[in-house]
């Protein structure tokens, strides 16, 4: 076990008068408008909008690039009844996005097909293999990606070859070369700035609305009749759980589609909420750590047919089944996460050294390739590095999942590794690639060597970033509604952590097995819970604390209470 490192608590001074505007201005807790104002919602008109997200205020999908075309080109087939394939990726945004479009599509009278590749059979993304296992089994007339394809050069190229017209909806970058598709919708390669950050969802939602929107201009009858809105739930699931910004175009989805999540009118929705034991009502937490990793589980450890036969489910007799197989997978899941975890923590700490930057890159043959990239997740946050975790195939090729810190952006530094790589994609945070098993030693080295000297200069201590400090008067529920008027909460948006000074916990216990701390705080309102999971080896301290905690509100045995959910005590 490591020595903890203390994190360096982080905040930030706001202009108290900015801050009093807005508060008095929507009737909101100071501390609640301090934080609009440290993430940039400045002026009353920003923060009408940004409090009050309407579906209204959604802009023109014709805006992202070769929307028009494939929208054309879309009703064509539609019209000529003509055999539409809907290719997805395994993930949840990929299979929210298969499910979506595909509902649409239907609802618009199309003959419509679905195929999302194997994570392990058929690797990511549309390629010249599955392409053909594709034409073969379907024979479409069109084939359309969601959530992939703009890499995807031999296969739309093969596919043109075969008189197939592909249309690609994407929205990763674009490294390399771009498929020559009939039309390719990917909001990077467009100029609408404030549509780069949308999800997989995001952009398949964009071109079934542009569908209606069209059909009804040209007075199609069908596409008068379908009410995308009941949908809106698969893009808020595909849209939080990517952790795309929770700001703009993104916040109105996932904000409209969470209602629509906690109507529990959704068959397959509402088995998986129950198998979970989910009471209360849903947030964009539930969706990033209850049913998104659910949904994953059936691409990381089995087929994620699975998951999409769920979205897809007619009636809880129909999805009761499917939703108790994915429970089971997630179990699994955890339960390799865990032994993963175990085995890469043992060897990091045979060379770890706190004092000095590098990327931590561990590898093993008997790793399951499904769950690496949460297990380089949770190095990062242990040891605050960059964390590479590398499943080395029976093919003798390791394929890994990449996580950073502030500071290394790992696109940057794979570019730099390319000699050592078969390839590699993503972003400056969390990357993937593919290397042969002999060149990982070199490759560690290289890619340590280029830390130390990018991030020489840099504290690498663990930070806690304090959005606001509040009293325990503030444990209240008006100051919890509050809190709710800035949800959904993600990536750029994200829940606020609160700071509370010389707090004299009432109760100190170990619970969970020694794993985790329970406190009781007093306030004016009753004493109040905090919980902080994994703190359970960290010895009490003497005399008053300060904590940094998000609040949440905890339902147990029917019963709804605040409780603090600690990130960190000094």
Request: glycine share 10%.
């Amino acid at each position: 076990m490591i020595q903890r490192v203390p994190r360096i608590w982080l905040d930030e001074s706001v202009s108290p008068g900015e801050a009093r505007v807005l508060a008095d201005a929507f009737n909101l807790p100071l501390p609640i408008a301090e934080v609009m104002v440290r993430r940039g919602i400045r002026d009353p008109a920003c923060a009408e909008i940004f409090l009050d997200p309407r579906l209204e205020r959604l802009t023109d999908p014709l805006r992202l690039p070769d929307m028009a075309k494939a929208v054309d080109r879309i009703w064509k087939a539609l019209l000529s009844g003509e055999r539409i394939l809907v290719f997805g990726d395994y993930d949840v945004d990929g299979v929210t996005s298969t499910a979506l479009l595909s509902k649409v599509l239907q609802g618009l009278g199309g003959v419509v097909f679905r195929y999302i590749p194997h994570r392990i059979d058929d690797g990511y993304g549309l390629s010249r293999e599955v392409l053909e296992q594709c034409l073969e089994a379907y024979s479409p007339g069109l084939i359309v990606t969601v959530d992939c394809g703009t890499g995807s050069v031999e296969a739309v190229n093969a596919a043109r070859g075969a008189g197939v017209d592909v249309i690609v909806t994407d929205h990763h970058e674009a490294s390399g070369e771009i498929a020559d598709a009939f039309a390719l919708v990917n909001p990077k390669l467009g100029e609408a700035e404030d549509l780069h950050t949308l999800a997989g969802v995001g952009v398949a939602f964009k071109l079934c609305h542009a569908l209606v929107k069209i059909g009804r201009q040209r007075n199609i009858p069908i596409s008068g009749r379908l009410d995308m809105r009941s949908l809106m739930y698969l893009v808020a699931l595909g849209t939080v759980a990517d952790m795309v910004p929770l700001v703009g175009e993104n916040r109105i989805l996932a904000r409209f589609g969470i209602s629509v999540l906690n109507k529990r009118e959704v068959a397959g929705i509402d088995a998986l909420a129950r198998n979970a034991g989910v009471q209360q009502t849903m947030t964009s937490y539930h969706i990033g750590f209850v049913l998104g990793p659910r949904i994953n589980a059936a691409g990381r450890m089995a087929s994620p047919d699975t998951a999409l036969n769920l979205l897809l489910a007619q009636s809880a007799h129909e999805a009761e089944p499917l939703a108790a197989v994915l429970e089971n997978a997630n179990k699994e899941r955890q339960a390799i996460e865990q032994a993963i975890l175990e085995e890469a923590v043992e060897e990091i700490e045979s060379f770890y050294d706190a004092t000095v930057p590098g990327v931590l890159v561990v590898a093993r043959r008997s790793w399951h390739p499904g769950v690496v990239g949460i297990v380089a997740s949770r190095l990062v946050r242990r040891y605050h590095r960059p964390s590479i975790v590398i499943s080395i195939g029976e093919d003798g090729v390791g394929r890994g999942s990449c996580r950073s810190i502030e500071g290394f952006d790992l696109i940057t530094h794979l570019t730099e590794m390319d000699p050592f790589l078969l390839q590699y994609g993503g972003h400056r945070m969390a990357a993937g690639l593919d290397i042969p098993e002999e060149k990982i030693l070199p490759f560690r080295k290289a890619i340590s060597e280029r830390a130390r000297e990018v991030m020489a200069k840099e504290d690498l201590r663990p930070r806690q970033h304090i959005d606001g400090w509040i009293t325990p008067s503030d444990l209240n529920e008006h100051f919890m509604a509050a809190q709710d008027r800035l949800m959904p909460f993600g990536h750029e948006n994200t829940t606020p952590v609160w700071g509370m000074r010389q707090v004299v916990p009432r109760h100190w216990q170990v619970v969970g097995g020694g794993k985790h701390v329970r406190l009781v705080i007093d306030s004016p309102y009753g004493p109040r819970d905090a919980i902080g999971f994994g703190m359970g080896e960290r010895e009490k301290p003497e005399g008053p604390i300060d904590l940094a905690f998000q609040l949440r509100r905890n339902v147990f045995r029917g019963e709804e209470k605040l409780q603090l959910m600690l990130q960190d005590f000094r």
